[in-house]
């Protein structure tokens, strides 16, 4: 089982629609969750952060973590052709006294005009 | 406020050749650095992480090093490169004061770097 899961895709969503996207992870003493967007030929950006249970809201992004069911999603409102990217699950966990980022394959978004 | 630095932004080099690649972060003291790789269509790999100066973690056996003569730089280095070797090459930092409980600090990426090993 791999430590943070995520659907490859493409996910293909119109513009103005809601996109969903979604990660699981194994790792129940995880601490932190993490969204990146990347640009193809760019390094990831961090565009969201939650570390407790619920949602979290930041503009057209609301992020929603369920450490019961280990399971991390992003929702992102009204999708502009812009918010075309792949989006990084990262999940945090202290080991060892150092803090493990450990990044799902992405998903990619592709914002249809 | 913090900014990491790292250079060459691309890089071509010949199977067999060496490499090193350099990264600095500046507005921090302490940081966890770490050495990521993202080959074509593939996940962010963990490759290295340092928690201090001469501290070095490897995360997969490979043929690539890294090292951290001071606080704030990071080198990967390779004596040889292999074809497999190319890929996208991203140094990120968290915070790593822990007495400011920072454990929850989100991870910071330089702009990376591209390597095509020919």
């Known amino acids: 089982q791999k430590e943070v899961e995520q659907n490859s895709g493409p996910l293909s969503v119109p513009e103005g629609a809601i996109a969903s996207l979604n990660c699981t992870y194994s790792?129940?003493?995880?601490?932190?969750f993490f969204w990146y967007r990347q640009y193809s030929g760019k390094s990831p950006e961090l565009i969201m952060s939650?570390?407790?249970?619920g949602d979290k809201e930041d503009g057209r992004f609301t992020a929603q973590l369920n450490k019961a069911s280990q399971y991390v999603s992003l929702l992102i409102r009204d999708s502009q052709p812009s918010d075309s990217a792949t989006y990084l699950c990262?999940?945090?966990?202290?080991?060892?006294?150092?803090?493990?980022?450990?990044f799902g394959i992405g998903t990619k978004l592709q914002v249809i005009p | 406020s913090q900014t990491i630095h790292q250079w060459p932004a691309t890089l071509v080099q010949p199977v067999g050749s060496p490499l090193s690649l350099e990264c600095t972060v500046e507005?921090?003291?302490?940081?966890?650095l770490y050495w990521y790789r993202q080959a074509a269509g593939r996940g962010l790999q963990l490759l290295f992480y340092?928690?201090?100066?001469?501290?070095i973690s490897s995360e997969v056996p490979q043929n690539l090093s890294a090292s951290r003569p001071q606080d704030r730089q990071f080198i990967l280095s390779s004596k040889k490169l292999l074809l497999s070797d190319s890929g996208f090459y991203l140094c990120?930092?968290?915070?790593?004061?822990?007495?400011?409980?920072?454990?929850?600090?989100?991870?910071?990426f330089g702009n990376g770097t591209r390597l095509t090993v020919t």
């Open positions: 340092s928690v201090g100066i001469g501290q």
């Open positions: 790792d129940r003493g995880s601490q932190s």
């Open positions: 939650i570390y407790s249970n």
């Open positions: 990262a999940v945090n966990m202290n080991s060892g006294g150092y803090q493990k980022v450990t």
């Open positions: 990120a930092w968290i915070n790593g004061d822990r007495g400011r409980g920072s454990y929850n600090s989100p991870l910071h």
């Open positions: 507005g921090t003291s302490n940081p966890n």
